[in-house]
């Protein structure tokens, strides 16, 4: 590594005791030394300072070294300057030495430092550079080079005769040379200049400029590394080598107010557990205001909708990205009742545009409750969201037969990097108060009011209003107030993190009618908060905010009131609000939580006025030296400039009240504090100061005129000056920080810019170009650290300070890491990937540069007249801001900056938005008070400063008002303008007249006028005489002003029509410098011009400033008018005398007095010759209302042209019958510089007139140069090509055609392996075994899926494809799957290929060598991605092996492209090429999107440019026809017919049509004057319709070649809509070589699905193209080989027929030589294979935005061939119709709900429901089992569910009308699942919803065996278990669980259900009927339930009896028992006595 290392050892000699620091200074890069404390006469500092560098030393350069005396509390004061030239170091390598400083006046003092200086080079030695790598130059007068870059585009220059007393300057950077523009980077100068005084030397430029500005050219094949060598290669006021003079900016136009077309489109495809009990649940979704329902589907938990919504909008970006997207899940809603609100979901369209592609797909919201944000999870809602701009294009991925994404957690519709379960969180928005607010009402109002009430109230009722996430909060309005005080916060509750991204604070006024915004402020959560590891959460001050917006004085209609509703940029400054913000992460299990989402606003303490930074007095100074351009209009009146700061400086509508607080000493400063500041300071700082009055606006200056469109301000050499006092916090570190990532941030977007340059200028080594700009990146990137580590522990910051520095600092630590890494990385293979990645450093720059917390408001340049405000210019206040650190500096502070003044508003847009209203040259400078002596520094040199009138004794710190320049230069300037290409077209021709305005100064001349060309080539010369500059010599040289040239186009009557504007800096030739290389005379270069915010075309030009040598008597005059003042003598070097180079005179007599471009400059001409193809014109629109009747086609470049043949009648045959012609031209050797080819075309009308159609311009030639074959290669990738893509014919070989990107399935061999000769043996074989790896690969792969299908179980492999069953839908099912294989294994490649490279930078960083990379696996990267990336890997694995149906090893596929045929094979341009013509003028929207309506017609033909002479071996060619050129071998371009067969497949995604939100889709067909309408078979209410139709129709090319396919809308009454068309044009696809006409399929059959559908089999095409491309073949072997120009392929030779029988023939060999068709050398090409396409589908009224897509394929047959056979039949397969028997046999565990009346004892009356998804209303219930006591239910009864279902898209198709109304049914298509549920029967009540389950009959887990089995388990595995499908099992019996939820939301078994599943056919149905229920036939038996279960409402006494013998058994049996005793004791009392009486009476008797 080459370093350059300084050993500071002392300074000696020093007066005065006191701190020492010491500041060294290299190419840029300051190193401070440490603080040498009490020192006396001899500091010892010691201390070692290393600047590595990339390039080497050169003895020019410069070392600097100042020494300080350091004050911590003021700044430091310079005790002297040490600088060195190190010509000896870079010789000698090692310099000790001792040497005095000298002070600001360039007197040496006594003050030494002793140094020691070495050198490390690369290789080590250091000596004297010779051997030729300078070029050799003539010697200057002062010894210094200049030198240029040989391989780069670019010269430098250094230094003239240096005056005396400027001896020590450094080597002077200067202009270099630019290559041709990309203006992204516009850099003029980002160099700061020397902080001391403006007398003071100029320093050397700053840090990470330097080593390319100063690098003097050097060879590239040299020892030097060349990396950091910067290629101008933007334009010449790029780059920046400017001191002095910063960049101006070239877009004018704001583009942000502009409203943009938006579609946003929804589909809602399903939910699932949704909590709550047999709910109905509707989808509410909501974009901003707008509401759309799907529709209600009945008690479910997971209904299925499918429902498509499109939301249009026409706003600007920045509203549509903050509005709101609103998911919302509502329970019953009905037409009377809003229901309830189940759960939400909130982002907002920002978060889904920054998605990649602009959407989410088949994600899953996550449903939560706002009313209560203690639940969880309230279910999940599938969904897909895409937002689609102007212009954009979505890739949708490919819809088919979509398996669920059941993995809930793994899809979630969140951003990546945001966690599955976010937070409830608080946001904390407090506001406490705000300043400056603007009246907001008249003064009269204020006079009535005064009248009334006697007093003066302030004229505004403030209130703030806080945004966020669709929720709106509001403070309370503080009354007649210009500085409320709130002190208020506003709450919201949100998730966390928001998927908001921004809050939006808008200041508003309370007014009765309606209130108005005053100031708007958005807070980007993003910029405030950081998500990483050590991240912290978003907060935010307390903090100023600043508001802009509309002026301030008050009106009742505000013509900008947009602007304070944050819309567009402000044009003035508004108010300022103090807020800041928090969030709080909450614990939502805590009790006392609110669990309301509502907005709260509360009360809060005041804060001290010191919260927010300490008070300062900031010094504003401003300097006009120049004001040019004023618009015209304004120019009669006199104009002032007024800056403003806040409401500083604000004359007219300013501040409200005199912030006199701010004017008195803040009370912490006592007054003794202020007289020791006094003391302190030096005299400059003197307490004068207080009494400064503020100057703040130019004196009123009437202008003169410029030309007759411009007035300049006659400024001469007296520039008006202002200045003005402002007092704010002084928080300037915040601006510092963002200041330095600017800078680094600038400084590589210029170096990315050059490598873009490098690369696209195709020049040598981009790789090295893009080490040094990471070189520089690193280096920046570590000296911010070391900067800013100076402030991280400052107090007084706020949280967010911190925060951010550290993690600021983080950030640049990594990037500086990774930029090193990536260093070493760049080779010349991977410059193009490793600039993308440097890409998004940069964004993160300047996202990280952006400070979210202001401090000093933005500055205001307006330009007054009358009193009124005309146009302004804003400039951010750090651009300006001062720092003694170089780095922390604003970009434009002590700088000439050229600013461009433009129209407030609205009345910026458009044409009034490109005018200049004023170019000012402005010098700005903006610091804090104590540090105002340096605010002259930048100055350019050689001024006296004029005070104001008053000044009393004293006052020499007063700044001027006026600084008068008394040194000033004479030039001439010349612009040799050459030519402009690509303009824009301005007139109704569709061409232009332009002319080219050249503003210098308050100069102007114009170029002439050239009427009607995009592409004029002035090659004009305009000399500018006496251009007077005022200021030294030696910096005018370093910074000229810049050159403005405007285009504009001339009009007959009228303005001239501004075309467009650029930006150029002339290279300067002092007159004592020599004319000659390297840097004279200038070379010619693009500049981008630009039109509002778009680019206009591009300007070649070149400008040279030449200094014109005094007399010597005005020399003497001079030097006696400035005897007093300090300047360097001026003084007139050895060729002082010398006359300018001459000027050539005007050579063509036909142009006057105009001069040309001199020979020098103008480019070197070789001869060319250009070969025209004219083929035909196509699609001429009428022109003045006559149809194009004989169209003639005039070609021209550089003057010359050729014309075509009349076509004679253009409506019987639009083609030529001349087909080539050619032309000879000179043209530049750059192939750069060629200028455009104009293609016009003319209609012949009678008597000789001629009507312009249209015209088009080719800009670059580039692609259709003939390079000539290379005979000394023999690889075919080396010979003869057009670089259209025309193959030319040679002896020799010639490269295969370059396949198009095509993820074809077929085994592709490398090109060049294959030369066989069939005599010999070897190569034979060596031939055989490749052939043989393209069968094994595909027998390796057939054994692959046997064993796959082994694995899968026999239940699978039974199942065998009938070929009867396969039809053309299988095929193309099937290879939709293949397709999405493709693209998961892309994406899963690519990922991986991305995580591998972020491991090797990671382990480069850690030092681990990449081989250990594989031992260490993943495990260096973060696990969090790591983690996802494994489980997205399995899962793609998982979903690859349940899709992989056994069918796919069998089926034949075809190619499905998801985009348009055309994009995939180049156009079908391969020969012959469509320019579209335009006419009429411009669009002047955005990129010109409005180029389509301009189109006229189109012109088919091509071209061909080579070098003369050309070699003969061409022209010696076998067969070469001279009069066809290069154009051999093209068809005949007569009229032929065709038969055009077009195959609709199906459409996806259409834009729906009908207030229902769906549409009722037909096709219309259109090709020439037929036209197809199919509107009888419209599809009724479908978004996604199924055509599946072919249409014939005869066409004659070229007349009828522009298919158009339309999708339109029926209406039952009115006119059928416009969905969307596609058009393709056939001629291109009819001719191409890629042989479009009919797809070749991968097989060959001669019956079945895949039946070959050309009319000619694959021999005769194979035949024919060998015969058209002169090769020699096909030679059919034995073995299945067949040769064909020296290639051999190899296939099956036997082909079975319907019968079965087989039969040998050629036609599979054949085919498999057309699959590789591109292998074959010289003539091959990718061959189209059988497909179906997906093409866009637009509608005019919306353009750019697709309105769906539809999936098609065109046949053609040319009429002269045999007939093709019957179209193929793609007819929608209709869905077989099926039934469902489900048999309940029993229940188990059902719970228990009710209780008994008597006996309070549960039980259950259980029945069980079932359906179909989709037909609720056919459910079906069992009887009922009553009073279930233990859960236990038995039913036997059989649920008959008949259903339509399509077997390919695993859906069931249902037909049901939508409402009573609709017109026809409705086709619905869902998934196949059955729902059962469990109820409780209710008598009285409804009844009670128990539990359910729901079975996806594709997957479905299977029963368990018995009830204790069957477990919960079986649905929350749901995915782990093995899954069965009812439609290969037919028949399924077990037990399965019905769950529900309970309070807590969790998951809870409810029963389990018996059932057995069996699927029938409709045939089997009828064969077999069954019963419903238990009834016949085929009845099931009765249940065997227990006799208590009974209806107690049908027997109640049985029941009774039942229920009371239950419960009182025992009691009853007692009861009994003791009746019985009672019943026999009576018996026996009653008995008793007449037996005794009857035993004793007859005993006795």
Same mark, same amino acid.
């Given at each position: 590594m080459m370093a350059l290392v300084v050993h500071l050892k002392t300074a000696a000699h020093l007066r005065g005791k006191g701190d020492r620091i010491a500041k060294v200074t290299f190419r840029g890069l300051s190193f401070y030394s440490r603080v040498a404390e009490n020192c006396d006469a001899v500091a010892h500092f010691n201390e070692i300072f290393r600047w590595p560098i990339a390039s080497r030393l050169d003895g020019n350069e410069m070392l600097e070294i100042q020494v300080y005396n350091f004050s911590k509390v003021f700044s430091n004061r310079l005790v002297g300057t040490f600088c060195m030239v190190l010509q000896k170091v870079a010789e000698e390598g090692h310099l000790e030495l001792t040497d005095t400083l000298i002070d600001d006046n360039n007197t040496s003092i006594k003050t030494s430092v002793t140094i020691e200086i070495k050198y490390q080079s690369m290789d080590g030695a250091v000596g004297v550079w010779s051997d030729g790598e300078f070029l050799d130059v003539p010697d200057d007068r002062d010894g210094m080079f200049a030198f240029e870059t040989e391989s780069l585009l670019s010269s430098q220059s250094h230094g003239s005769g240096t005056p005396p007393g400027r001896t020590l300057q450094g080597s002077i950077p200067t202009f270099r040379k630019a290559g041709k523009g990309v203006f992204s980077a516009m850099k003029l100068g980002k160099i700061k200049s020397s902080k001391d005084d403006h007398k003071k030397l100029a320093e050397e430029p700053a840090v990470l400029e330097m080593e390319d500005l100063d690098r003097k050219a050097m060879r590239l094949a040299g020892t030097v590394d060349p990396d950091t060598i910067s290629l101008a290669s933007v334009t010449a006021v790029t780059t920046n080598v400017s001191n002095k003079r910063s960049k101006p900016d070239i877009k004018m136009e704001p583009s942000s107010g502009r409203p943009v077309d938006y579609q946003i489109s929804i589909t809602v495809i399903e939910a699932r557990q949704l909590i709550g009990l047999n709910m109905d649940p509707v989808v509410c979704v909501e974009v901003g205001d707008e509401k759309k329902y799907t529709s209600m589907k009945e008690s479910t938990n997971c209904p299925y909708y499918n429902d498509y919504f499109v939301f249009d909008f026409h706003v600007p970006p920045d509203v549509m990205f903050d509005k709101i997207i609103k998911i919302s899940v509502i329970h019953s809603k009905n037409l009377l009742r809003s229901g309830t609100l189940v759960g939400n979901f909130k982002m907002d369209v920002g978060t889904v545009y920054s998605q990649p592609e602009h959407q989410f797909y088949h994600k899953w919201a996550i449903m939560s409750d706002p009313d209560d944000i203690t639940a969880g999870c309230k279910g999940y809602v599938k969904c897909d969201i895409a937002v689609v701009g102007k212009g954009d294009n979505i890739k949708t991925p490919h819809k088919a037969n979509e398996t669920d994404e059941d993995d809930l957690e793994g899809n979630l519709l969140l951003p990546e990097g945001i966690p599955a379960e976010r937070q409830w969180a608080r946001f904390y928005v407090k506001i406490y108060r705000a300043e400056g607010l603007p009246k907001m009402n008249t003064n009269i109002m204020a006079n009535v009011k005064k009248a009334f009430i006697g007093e003066n109230r302030d004229l505004v009722d403030p209130y703030v209003q806080v945004q966020f996430a669709g929720q709106k909060g509001k403070t309370s309005v503080q009354k007649s107030s210009y500085e409320p005080i709130w002190n208020e916060q506003v709450v919201f509750t949100e998730l966390f993190p928001p998927l908001c991204k921004r809050l939006k604070v808008q200041i508003r006024d309370s007014d009765k009618v309606n209130d108005v915004a005053i100031g708007t402020h958005f807070v980007d959560l993003r910029k405030i908060s950081n998500e990483g590891d050590k991240g912290f959460l978003p907060t935010m001050g307390p903090a100023w905010v600043n508001m802009y917006g509309s002026t301030r004085q008050y009106t009742l209609m505000d013509e900008h009131q947009d602007l304070n509703e944050g819309l567009g940029e402000g044009v003035s400054f508004r108010a300022r609000l103090l807020i800041s913000m928090a969030v709080e992460i909450l614990d939502t299990t805590s009790p006392e939580l609110m669990s309301s989402t509502e907005v709260q606003v509360e009360g809060v303490s005041n804060i001290s006025e010191s919260a927010t930074g300490k008070m300062d007095e900031f010094f504003l100074f401003g300097s006009f030296l120049e004001a040019t351009m004023i618009d015209r209009k304004i120019g009669d009146k006199p104009i002032s400039f007024e800056i403003t700061i806040g409401n500083y400086g604000n004359q007219i509508d300013g501040v409200s009240k005199p912030p006199s607080a701010k004017k008195k000493k803040k009370d912490g400063e006592s007054e003794e504090e202020e007289n020791e500041l006094i003391q302190n300071s030096s005299e400059d700082e003197a307490d004068e100061d207080a009494d400064l009055v503020s100057v703040s606006s130019t004196p009123p200056m009437r202008p003169v005129i410029t030309d007759r469109n411009y007035f300049h301000l006659p400024y001469f050499d007296k520039k008006p000056c202002v200045y003005i006092k402002s007092w704010w916090q002084d928080q300037r570190r915040r601006l510092y920080n963002s200041n330095m990532m600017d800078k680094i941030a600038d400084k590589l977007e210029e170096g990315l810019n050059d490598v873009q340059e490098i690369m696209k200028t195709e020049k040598a080594f981009p790789e090295r170009r893009l080490r040094g700009v990471l070189e520089e990146l690193g280096v920046g990137c570590s000296r911010f650290v070391i900067l800013a580590n100076k402030d991280v522990n400052q107090a007084g910051r706020t949280k967010l300070d911190r925060e951010r520095l550290k993690s600021c600092m983080r950030e640049m630590d990594s990037m500086g890491q990774q930029a090193k890494q990536l260093r070493t990385q760049v080779k010349k293979n991977t410059v193009r990937d490793k600039l993308k990645l440097v890409q998004n450093f940069l964004q993160k720059l300047r996202f990280l540069a952006d400070e979210p917390q202001h401090s000093i408001p933005d500055v205001f340049v307006w330009m007054m007249s009358n009193n009124k405000r005309i146009a302004y210019s804003r400039i951010p206040s750090k651009d300006i801001l001062y720092s003694i650190v170089d780095e922390e500096t604003g970009k434009d502070c002590c700088k000439v900056k050229g600013v461009f003044l433009k129209l407030p508003g609205k009345k910026g847009f458009g044409p009034a938005g490109w005018t200049v209203q004023a170019k000012l040259e402005l010098y700005l400078w903006l610091g804090i008070n104590k540090q105002r002596k340096d605010f002259l520094s930048g100055l350019p040199n050689g001024f006296e400063e004029i005070k104001a009138a008053k000044t009393g004794p004293g006052l020499q710190s007063v700044p001027p008002v006026s600084l008068v320049y008394n040194m000033k230069q004479v030039f001439q300037l010349r612009a040799h303008m050459y030519q402009a290409r690509s303009l824009f077209a301005a007139d109704n021709s569709g061409l232009s007249d332009p002319f080219a305005r050249v503003f210098f100064s308050t100069h102007s001349q114009v170029t002439e006028v050239l009427s009607e060309t995009l592409c004029p080539t002035w090659d004009q010369l305009l000399v500018f005489d006496d251009v007077e500059l005022f200021g030294e010599a030696s910096e005018l040289r370093d910074d000229p002003p810049i050159i403005v040239v405007e285009l504009f186009d001339q009009d007959t009557v009228g303005k001239a029509e501004f075309i467009g504007r650029t930006f150029a800096k002339p290279t300067i030739k002092m007159c004592e410098e020599y004319y000659g290389p390297p840097r004279f005379p200038p070379q010619l270069e693009y500049y981008q011009i630009?039109?509002?915010?778009?680019?206009?075309?591009?300007?070649?030009? %070149?400008?040279?400033?030449?200094?014109?040598?005094?007399?010597?008597?005005?020399?003497?005059?001079?030097?006696?008018?400035?005897?007093?003042?300090?300047?360097?003598?001026?003084?007139?070097?050895?060729?002082? @005398?010398?006359?300018?180079?001459?000027?050539?005179?005007?050579?063509?007599?036909?142009?006057?007095?105009?001069?040309?471009?001199?020979?020098?400059? /103008?480019?070197?001409?070789?001869?060319?010759?250009?070969?025209?193809?004219?083929?035909?014109?196509?699609?001429?629109?009428?022109?003045?209302?006559?149809?194009?009747?004989?169209?003639?086609?005039?070609?021209?470049?550089?003057?010359?042209?050729?014309?075509?043949?009349?076509?004679?009648?253009?409506?019987?045959?639009?083609?030529?019958?001349?087909? =080539?012609?050619?032309?000879?031209?000179?043209?530049?050797?750059?192939?750069?510089?060629?200028?455009?080819?104009?293609?016009?075309?003319?209609?012949?009308?009678?008597?000789?007139?001629?009507?312009?159609?249209?015209?088009?311009? !080719?800009?670059?030639?580039? /692609?259709?140069?003939?390079?000539?074959?290379?005979?000394?290669?023999?690889?075919?990738?080396?010979?003869?090509?057009?670089?259209?893509?025309?193959?030319?014919?040679?002896?020799?070989?010639?490269?295969?055609?370059?396949?198009?990107?095509?993820?074809?399935?077929?085994?592709?061999?490398?090109?060049?392996?294959?030369?066989?000769?069939?005599?010999?043996?070897?190569?034979?074989?060596?031939?055989?075994?490749?052939?043989?790896?393209?069968?094994?690969?595909?027998?390796?792969?057939?054994?692959?899926?046997?064993? #796959?299908?082994?694995?899968?179980?026999?239940?699978?492999?039974?199942?065998?494809?009938?070929?009867?069953?396969?039809?053309?839908?299988?095929?193309?099912?099937?290879?939709?799957?293949?397709?999405?294989?493709?693209?998961?294994?892309?994406? !899963?490649?690519?990922?991986?290929?991305?995580?591998?490279?972020?491991?090797?930078? %990671?382990?480069?960083?850690?030092?681990?060598?990449? &081989?250990?990379?594989?031992?260490?696996?993943? @495990?260096?990267?973060?696990?969090?991605?790591?983690?996802?990336?494994? #489980?997205?890997? #399995?899962?793609?694995?998982?979903?690859?092996?349940?899709?992989?149906?056994?069918?796919? %090893?069998?089926?034949?596929?075809?190619?499905?492209?998801?985009?348009?045929?055309?994009?995939?094979?180049?156009?079908? %341009?391969?020969?012959?090429?469509?320019?579209?013509?335009?006419?009429?003028?411009?669009?002047?929207?955005?990129?010109?999107?409005?180029?389509?309506?301009?189109?006229?017609?189109?012109?088919?033909?091509?071209?061909?440019?080579?070098?003369?002479?050309?070699?003969?071996?061409?022209? /010696?060619?076998?067969?070469? &026809?001279?009069?066809?050129?290069?154009?051999?071998?093209?068809?005949?371009?007569?009229?032929?017919? !065709?038969?055009?067969? =077009?195959?609709?497949?199906?459409?996806?995604?259409?834009?729906?049509?009908?207030?229902?939100?769906?549409?009722?889709?037909?096709?219309?067909? @259109?090709?020439?004057?037929?036209?197809?309408?199919?509107?009888?078979?419209?599809?009724?209410?479908?978004?996604?319709? =199924?055509?599946?139709?072919?249409?014939?129709?005869?066409?004659?090319?070229?007349?009828?070649?522009?298919?158009?396919?339309?999708?339109?809308?029926?209406?039952?009454?009115?006119?059928?809509?416009?969905?969307?068309e596609t058009k393709i044009d056939l001629e291109n696809r009819f001719y191409s070589k890629y042989r479009a006409t009919c797809g070749i399929s991968s097989k060959y059959s001669v019956h079945g699905y895949n039946i070959w559908r050309d009319p000619m089999k694959p021999s005769q095409i194979l035949?024919?193209?060998? #015969?058209?491309?002169?090769?020699?073949?096909?030679?059919?072997?034995?073995?299945?080989?067949?040769? =064909?120009?020296?290639?051999?392929?190899?296939?099956?030779?036997?082909?079975?027929?319907?019968?079965?029988?087989?039969?040998?023939?050629?036609?599979?060999?054949?085919?498999?030589?057309?699959?590789?068709?591109?292998?074959?050398?010289?003539?091959?090409?990718?061959?189209?294979?059988?497909?179906?396409?997906?093409?866009?589908?637009?509608?005019?009224?919306?353009?750019?935005?697709?309105?769906?897509?539809?999936e098609m394929w065109v046949d053609m047959f040319p009429m002269t061939m045999p007939a093709p056979g019957p179209a193929l039949d793609i007819s929608p397969r209709k869905p077989k119709r099926y039934e469902l028997r489900v048999i309940i046999w029993n229940t188990d565990e059902v719970i228990l709900e009710d209780d008994d009346y008597f006996t309070g004892e549960k039980s259950s009356d259980i029945f069980v429901r079932g359906w179909l998804k989709g037909q609720q209303e056919d459910k079906q219930d069992t009887d009922v089992h009553y009073h279930s006591l233990t859960g236990e239910g038995n039913f036997n009864w059989r649920f008959v569910f008949p259903f339509d279902y399509l077997m390919a898209e695993e859906k069931i198709v249902i037909s049901k009308k939508e409402s009573m109304f609709s017109w026809d049914e409705t086709e619905y298509k869902i998934p196949p699942r059955l729902t059962l549920q469990v109820w409780d029967a209710d008598h009285f009540s409804a009844d009670d919803f128990l539990g359910a389950i729901e079975l996806d009959l594709n997957r479905f887990p299977r029963g368990a065996k018995t009830a204790k089995q069957c477990s919960l388990d079986m649905i929350r595995n749901e995915h782990e278990l093995p899954s069965i499908s009812i439609f290969k099992q037919k028949r399924v019996k077990g037990w399965w669980p019905f769950v529900a939820r309970d309070e807590n939301d969790e998951m809870e078994l409810t029963g389990k259900v018996e059932a057995e599943l069996h699927l029938v056919t409709a045939e089997e149905a009828e064969k077999s009927p069954v019963g419903l229920g238990r009834n016949e036939p085929d009845p099931l038996e009765k249940p065997n339930r227990p006799s208590s279960s009974l209806s107690w409402l049908l027997s109640p006494l049985r029941t009774l009896c039942l229920l009371v013998w239950r419960l009182y058994r025992l009691p009853c049996l007692l009861l009994l028992a003791a009746l019985l005793g009672l019943l026999f004791l009576a018996l026996l009392l009653f008995s008793v006595p007449s037996e005794l009486s009857h035993k004793l009476f007859n005993s006795a008797g």
């Open positions: 630009y039109r509002g915010n778009c680019t206009a075309g591009e300007l070649l030009a %070149a400008f040279e400033l030449l200094q014109i040598p005094f007399d010597p008597e005005v020399i003497r005059r001079a030097l006696i008018a400035v005897h007093n003042f300090a300047v360097p003598q001026i003084k007139v070097g050895q060729g002082g @005398k010398a006359d300018l180079p001459p000027l050539e005179g005007s050579t063509d007599s036909e142009r006057g007095t105009i001069l040309p471009v001199p020979l020098g400059i /103008r480019p070197i001409l070789s001869r060319y010759r250009i070969e025209v193809l004219f083929w035909g014109l196509r699609d001429l629109k009428r022109i003045n209302l006559a149809h194009v009747d004989r169209p003639r086609v005039d070609i021209e470049c550089a003057g010359r042209g050729v014309q075509s043949v009349l076509i004679q009648n253009y409506k019987k045959n639009p083609n030529f019958s001349i087909l =080539v012609k050619w032309f000879e031209v000179d043209l530049p050797e750059n192939e750069l510089l060629h200028p455009p080819l104009n293609i016009r075309v003319v209609d012949c009308r009678a008597f000789g007139r001629y009507i312009l159609v249209g015209s088009h311009a !080719v800009s670059s030639l580039r /692609r259709f140069i003939y390079s000539a074959p290379d005979k000394t290669s023999n690889n075919w990738a080396s010979a003869a090509k057009l670089m259209n893509g025309y193959m030319v014919l040679t002896n020799g070989g010639c490269q295969p055609r370059s396949s198009p990107s095509l993820s074809s399935r077929t085994l592709s061999r490398p090109a060049g392996d294959f030369m066989v000769n069939m005599d010999s043996e070897h190569s034979i074989r060596k031939m055989d075994t490749v052939v043989k790896l393209d069968a094994t690969e595909e027998e390796s792969d057939k054994d692959k899926k046997k064993k #796959k299908k082994k694995k899968k179980g026999g239940m699978e492999e039974e199942e065998e494809t009938n070929e009867r069953v396969l039809d053309w839908w299988s095929k193309y099912f099937a290879s939709i799957e293949t397709l999405k294989e493709s693209l998961r294994a892309q994406e !899963v490649a690519q990922a991986e290929a991305e995580e591998r490279e972020d491991l090797e930078i %990671a382990a480069e960083a850690a030092d681990i060598r990449p &081989d250990d990379l594989i031992l260490k696996g993943f @495990k260096t990267k973060d696990k969090s991605r790591e983690k996802r990336f494994f #489980k997205d890997k #399995k899962k793609g694995q998982a979903a690859e092996h349940s899709e992989r149906r056994p069918v796919k %090893a069998k089926v034949d596929e075809l190619m499905v492209y998801n985009k348009e045929l055309e994009t995939e094979y180049g156009n079908f %341009a391969d020969w012959l090429h469509t320019f579209n013509l335009y006419r009429g003028k411009a669009g002047d929207d955005d990129e010109h999107a409005q180029d389509d309506d301009r189109i006229v017609g189109r012109f088919k033909g091509s071209l061909c440019m080579y070098k003369l002479p050309l070699s003969e071996e061409i022209t /010696r060619e076998a067969g070469f &026809d001279p009069n066809m050129g290069m154009f051999q071998s093209i068809p005949h371009n007569d009229p032929i017919n !065709v038969l055009v067969r =077009v195959y609709v497949v199906r459409a996806t995604d259409l834009h729906p049509a009908d207030i229902n939100g769906k549409a009722d889709p037909y096709i219309v067909i @259109k090709l020439g004057k037929s036209e197809v309408k199919d509107k009888e078979n419209y599809i009724s209410k479908q978004l996604n319709p =199924v055509f599946g139709k072919s249409f014939d129709i005869e066409a004659t090319f070229p007349m009828e070649s522009m298919l158009s396919v339309s999708v339109y809308d029926w209406d039952l009454v009115g006119t059928d809509d416009l969905i969307g035949a024919k193209l060998c #015969k058209d491309g002169k090769i020699d073949g096909p030679h059919y072997g034995p073995g299945g080989k067949v040769k =064909v120009a020296n290639r051999i392929f190899q296939g099956p030779t036997e082909i079975e027929d319907e019968n079965g029988l087989k039969k040998q023939t050629e036609e599979h060999l054949a085919l498999a030589v057309l699959n590789h068709w591109e292998e074959i050398p010289r003539v091959g090409w990718k061959l189209v294979p059988e497909h179906v396409e997906t093409r866009p589908l637009l509608n005019p009224d919306k353009p750019g935005i697709e309105q769906g897509r539809i």
